[in-house]
Each structure stands twice: as structure tokens, then as C-alpha cells.
């Protein structure tokens, strides 16, 4: 799919259901920092959007996942610029070793949406699971990232801010290597647990932390 498609069927998604968020989160599966979320609006009657000139970072949004640290750091600047608001949530360690991951994913959207500048009519949310006692129409579109213009946006916001967060846990814990593998398991990470042992930004309910942990 073209980005171009994203752009356009945001537009058309305004028209029909008002204005909306995109939402999305980054770090369920890492072994250390939070979890971030993500809320963006943008109203796509601007003129920016109606422009028949080239705007060429419109066409390069996509899923954080398929962009490069580069490209991301990049279209931030376009995606904060032209936003008609965001959001940005987080869900904590502590959080996350209390009360599971797949719920922690949840209050961080849920924050991030309650941290909009300005109240949208729906939410459009990345994933399958729809967020508890949210005051607002949801809908749940799974790979929204890839499919929906404002959620792979909304995605790019989190990735980066969530890189941001563990740069500067990096600077705390340079033993671990947070600056290059962002807290994810790699062989490396492994290593350095197993030669540290977990850190208070670890996450003591995911293994092998848990079990490490358990056998003293």
C-alpha cells in the first residue's frame, strides 16, 4: 500500500466519522523501561493537506518499524508541526511488573489520549483489545499501523520518545547498552544481566529477570 493511500483515507475517515486520534504504543516487548503511548490528531481540511504541491513527508509516514532512527527523527519534526494536537503516555516498570504488560499497554493509551490538547469525537486504536472506561467512541483496527495514516504517525511519536527515554537511561545504567538496543533482549542485553544483574528499570516480571531473580 502507497503511503499516499494512508494520507488519503484519513481524509475520508474525517469526513465521515468527525475529527479523530490516531493511537499507538511502542515497548511491550522489552526487557527494560516503560511503555509509551501515543495520541495524534490532525485535521486534514487543513491546507496542507489540500495542497497540490508535493509535501513529501505526508507520503513517508509509515509504521515506525519499517523507518529507520533517521527517517523517524525526521518526520517527528513535520508530524509535531502540522498535528492539530497530541498526546503522550506512559506506563511504568512498576506498573508493568504489577499489573502485566498487555493491561500496562492499555493505560498508556489511555494517557496518552486524556493528554490530547483537544477532545476528538472518536479514537482509532492500533491492536485488538479495546481500552476500559474510556470516555470517548474507540475503534480498534488491528495493524493500524500500517493501514491508517494518523496511527502510524501516532507510532512514530511514541518510537521516538521511548528511544528518548532509554538514551537517558543509558546514561544511568551505561553498563547495559540501553542507548543501542532500547532495553530489547538482545545477546548482548542478556549478557549484561547476567553479569549485573537486573537493574531498577528492569523488568522484574518478564524472564529470564524473573527467574534469575527466584534463584537469588
Do not use: C
Amino acid at each position: 500500500m502507497k503511503q499516499t493511500k494512508l494520507y488519503l483515507k484519513d481524509k475520508m475517515i474525517q469526513a465521515s466519522l468527525g475529527m479523530f486520534a490516531g493511537v499507538d504504543e511502542v515497548g511491550v516487548g522489552p526487557l527494560a523501561g516503560p511503555v509509551i503511548a501515543a495520541a495524534v490528531v490532525f485535521d486534514f481540511r487543513k491546507k496542507i493537506f489540500l495542497s497540490r504541491v508535493k509535501q513529501g513527508w505526508i507520503h513517508e509516514i509509515n509504521d515506525s518499524k519499517k523507518l529507520t532512527h533517521e527517517k523517524r527523527e525526521h518526520l517527528l519534526k513535520f508530524i509535531i508541526k502540522h498535528a492539530l494536537t497530541f498526546g503522550i503516555g506512559k506506563s511504568s516498570v512498576t506498573e508493568i511488573d504489577q499489573i502485566n504488560i498487555l493491561q500496562s499497554r492499555l493505560i498508556a493509551m489511555k494517557r496518552a489520549i486524556e493528554n490530547l490538547g483537544k477532545k476528538p469525537q472518536i479514537v482509532l486504536i492500533d491492536g485488538n483489545r479495546s481500552i476500559p472506561d474510556l470516555q470517548i467512541q474507540q475503534r480498534l483496527i488491528v495493524r493500524g499501523d500500517e493501514k491508517v495514516f494518523s496511527i502510524a504517525a501516532a507510532s512514530i511519536l511514541a518510537k521516538v520518545t521511548r528511544d528518548n527515554i532509554l538514551k537517558n537511561l543509558h546514561k544511568q545504567f551505561p553498563q547495559y547498552g540501553f542507548d543501542k538496543h532500547k532495553g530489547y533482549g538482545t545477546q548482548f542485553h542478556f549478557e549484561m544481566i547476567q553479569k549485573y544483574g537486573p537493574s531498577e528499570v528492569h523488568r522484574k516480571s518478564f524472564e529470564p529477570i524473573k527467574s534469575m531473580i527466584a534463584q537469588g
